[in-house]
């Protein structure tokens, strides 16, 4: 049984679901680009806890391909991550083993705001703070 923090809570999964893609780190999220509009989830593998190309894979999904549904990290996600990858897109975590969920949950309150723009907030502090 896999723990996920989603939503905001922590929900304990039996299976995966079964319309999920899978993509591997070293996958190109383009080959998913015509069937993304079928798709619920989408998770993307981190390998290795140093292992940054997910970030980027998350990114092309929002931003360039305009995946809407489920994007999960999955692997070597741990509590250090889960700020900057909900900020690139990610909005489901699988957490890898041993990771207390409690702990997890509390690190998307780690920082108040974020000065870059990202997929989570596409225009940079400076431009909302002179809308």
Known sequence: MATLIKDGKIVDEASPPPDMALLEASDDPGALAD???????????????????????GRLLRER?????????VGEVARDHLYLMAQCGFDAFQLRA????????????????????????????????CA
Not at 37 to 52: I, M, S
Not at 113 to 127: D, H, I, N, V
């Open 65 to 73: 391909y305009g995946y809407r549904g489920e994007l999960r990290a």
């Open 98 to 129: 041993g990771e207390d969920p409690q702990e997890a949950l509390a690190a998307f309150n780690d920082f108040s705001e974020a000065y870059q723009a990202s997929a989570a907030r596409p225009r940079p502090l400076f431009r909302r703070r």
């Open 35 to 57: 069937t993304l509009d079928r798709l619920n989830v989408v998770a993307v593998r981190f390998p290795a806890f140093g292992d940054g190309r997910g970030y980027s894979t």
